[in-house]
């Protein structure tokens, strides 16, 4: 009970509390499973095909043919690829609709997802799917919600947007199209009526629209909080937007805990995990292991300028089951930031570095206060 509150304080500060509690290479972790907490230990076991062969908890039972799942990631990364310029275009209409000062991470979840809109449903498709998806977007199905009320009404909605998807995915089934033109689209694509029901398919497209969501606008919440709490002044920010971003994703990794269940016992630098039990990487406790990188726990975008001096670096996981989306979300990541940055100067009040658990680590609620360079020129009516 006692870790439980500690973990919902602080889900970072509550494992290396944890970590250093420990001497052994691989902890119990008292809300069950284990985490391995020696990097070298954690480094081996990634590269271990020992570990990986009960597969991933990525796609659960959805979806358990390995080629299948592969074939999926494939197919949603391709056209998420394609969709960069959609999305770039996009972006000045939903930053010069964010008010001067938007409530974080909530804001932030909101502009990626009128940015990604129509990639996840195209604007032709019929019914209400499209404004179910807005809602799930807003309404915490996208990013689960800290407050159970509001987790009770995200299960309605995606009760609706299950239902709804299903029945589209009904009849693109009966009017296929060329070309993917959203994510359903690809969905379909990669996975044959005679092995996928509508229902799934509908379920694995909620999947994506949550495993994209998620992760990017945590992300992109981390990225404007820790710079702009590191960098207070009038001036731009000293450092280029990549490297905002790839510190962000080493600080305060979204993705707890890379998992994977035991199919078989292992001796783990000595420990034995009976099988059937969960035994996960901890990416926050490699990011910020101080005989790997300099200042661990220090904000530090500069140190991304140099090739050299880097520890290890898994905020997209590593080997067989790693993130099949990272080069496009990291692109995503810094158009997004370029975006808010540009011709702007950023402030926020009510933030700081703790982070609160959802899906994923994430910032605790804070207010981003946005300054255009030049404001907008006042309509006059004149022609
Ligand atoms: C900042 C954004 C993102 C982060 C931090 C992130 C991180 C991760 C992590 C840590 C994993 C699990 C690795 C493991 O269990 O070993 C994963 C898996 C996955 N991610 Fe991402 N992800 C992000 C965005 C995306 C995007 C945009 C896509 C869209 C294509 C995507 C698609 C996937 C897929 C399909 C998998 C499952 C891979 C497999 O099992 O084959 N992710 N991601």
Same mark, same amino acid.
């Given at each position: 009970m006692r870790h439980k509150i500690r973990l919902l304080r602080d889900p970072l500060v509550c494992i290396e509390q944890l970590s250093h509690g420990s001497t052994a290479g691989v902890m119990r972790l008292p809300w069950g499973g284990w985490c391995v907490r020696d990097t070298e230990l954690a480094q081996a076991l990634l590269q271990d095909p020992d570990f990986h062969t009960g597969g991933s908890l990525f796609f659960g039972e959805l979806l358990p043919a390995r080629g299948a799942q592969a074939g999926l990631g494939r197919a949603v990364r391709s056209l998420l690829r394609t969709a960069v310029p959609h999305y770039r275009a996009a972006l000045p209409g939903a930053v010069a609709a964010l008010p001067p000062a938007s409530r974080w991470p909530d804001a932030g979840t909101r502009l990626v997802h009128r940015c990604l809109a129509d990639v996840l449903l !195209?604007?032709?498709?019929?019914?209400g799917s499209r404004e179910l998806m807005r809602q799930a977007a807003h309404g915490g199905v996208a990013v689960r919600s800290r407050y159970v009320w509001r987790r009770a009404r995200a299960e309605l909605v995606r009760a609706r947007l299950l239902a709804a998807v299903t029945e589209e995915a009904h009849r693109r089934r009966r009017q296929p199209a060329g070309? $993917?033109? /959203?994510m359903l689209d690809a969905v379909l694509t990669a996975c044959p009526e005679a092995d996928v029901s509508d229902r799934v398919v509908a379920e694995l497209h909620l999947m994506m629209f949550r495993a994209i969501m998620a992760p990017v606008s945590g992300s992109l919440a981390w990225s404007v909080l820790l710079a702009c709490l590191h960098h207070t002044g009038a001036? $731009?920010?000293?450092?280029a937007i990549d490297h905002v971003v790839r510190e962000a994703l080493r600080h305060?990794?979204?993705?707890?805990m890379l998992g994977r269940t035991l199919p078989h016992a292992m001796d783990i630098g000595g420990t034995v995990i009976p099988s059937g039990e969960v035994l996960s990487v901890c990416p926050y406790l490699l990011h910020h292991d101080a005989r790997h990188w300099a200042s661990p726990g220090a904000f530090r975008p500069?140190?991304?300028? #140099? /090739? #050299?001096? !880097?520890?290890p670096y898994i905020p997209f996981g590593t080997?067989?089951? #790693?993130?099949?989306?990272a080069a496009v979300a990291q692109t995503l990541l810094t158009e997004t930031l370029s975006a808010l940055t540009g011709h702007a100067r950023l402030a926020v009040t009510g933030g700081d570095t703790r982070a609160a658990m959802s899906e994923g680590n994430v910032p605790r609620p804070f207010v981003l206060h946005r300054t255009p360079d030049h404001p907008p020129a006042l309509d006059t009516g004149r022609r």
């Open positions: !195209h604007p032709g498709t019929p019914g070309e $993917p033109r /959203d001036a $731009p920010w000293p450092w305060r990794p979204v993705p707890w500069e140190r991304w300028a #140099s /090739d #050299s001096g !880097h520890g080997g067989p089951f #790693s993130c099949a989306g």
